[in-house]
């Protein structure tokens, strides 16, 4: 009892105190290591809590009701600045929402929570922008299609592309497979086959993906002669 008072006597005169208690770090915690970790756990503590409280104030669940409407629609909308903040890496912010604001596409919502709003940039729209969205959690990807070409033919080649994934809320070994698959069928739709992806953390840390994982699906395509659809998917008799 008198060793814990002199503690606290001699924390109140040199002015130590954590959490609400004086305490004399060579006392309590044994080594300047172990005070220097314990520090550090601390802020990682509060930083998480501070992402939790970021999300937890932002709300998505408005996308819902843009289904099937154009994504220049959403882009109006006063919480969709916001929205993206919250969703995408500060250094990836300005090219999302650069790609978004173009000719759009429809706003896809798939089992009524994962919302997906792409477009490209306006007058210049061989790069193009991204947003997943899962509205029960908050949390979702955006990303940034770059470096394709025009050639002289009138097609585009997308062999020097660059595709740039972020998230505040995934790692890039997080990435939901909705996410991908919703990334997919969107480069997919558009016939970009990318020359390179590229992942940014919330740290802003950038990480190189394999471009394979995001290959466009499998599609089929007829014979010259016939018939227009695959045989094979038939679910009656012809």
């Not at 908050?138 to 660059?162: H, K, P, R």
């Not at 990334?183 to 020359?195: C, N, P, Q, T």
Request: hydrophobic share 40%; glycine share 10%.
């Amino acid at each position: 009892m008198h060793q814990k008072l002199a503690t606290r006597d001699y924390a109140r005169r040199n002015g130590q105190r954590a959490g609400g208690l004086y305490v004399d770090r060579q006392l309590w915690m044994g080594s300047g290591d172990n005070w220097h970790r314990l520090v550090k756990s601390v802020v990682i503590v509060l930083s998480l809590l501070a992402a939790g409280i970021a999300a937890a104030a932002v709300n998505s669940d408005w996308l819902l009701t843009y289904k099937g409407k154009s994504t220049n629609d959403v882009i109006i909308d006063e919480r969709a600045a916001d929205l993206i903040d919250a969703v995408v890496p500060a250094s990836l912010t300005a090219e999302v929402w650069a790609g978004l604001h173009g000719p759009p596409d429809p706003v896809l919502v798939d089992e009524g929570r994962f919302v997906v709003v792409s477009a490209c940039v306006a007058h210049y729209c061989l790069d193009q922008g991204f947003l997943w969205i899962d509205v029960k959690t908050n949390a979702g990807v955006g990303a940034y299609l770059s470096g394709a070409v025009s050639t002289e033919s009138g097609d585009v080649d997308y062999s020097d592309s660059l595709l740039t994934i972020g998230s505040n809320a995934f790692s890039d070994k997080q990435i939901p497979a909705k996410a991908i698959n919703a990334l997919r069928a969107w480069l997919s739709e558009h016939g970009v086959d990318v020359g390179a992806v590229r992942f940014a953390g919330k740290d802003d840390r950038r990480v190189e993906l394999d471009p394979s994982r995001f290959a466009q699906n499998v599609r089929f395509v007829p014979d010259p002669g016939g018939p227009s659809f695959d045989c094979k998917k038939a679910t009656g008799r012809i």
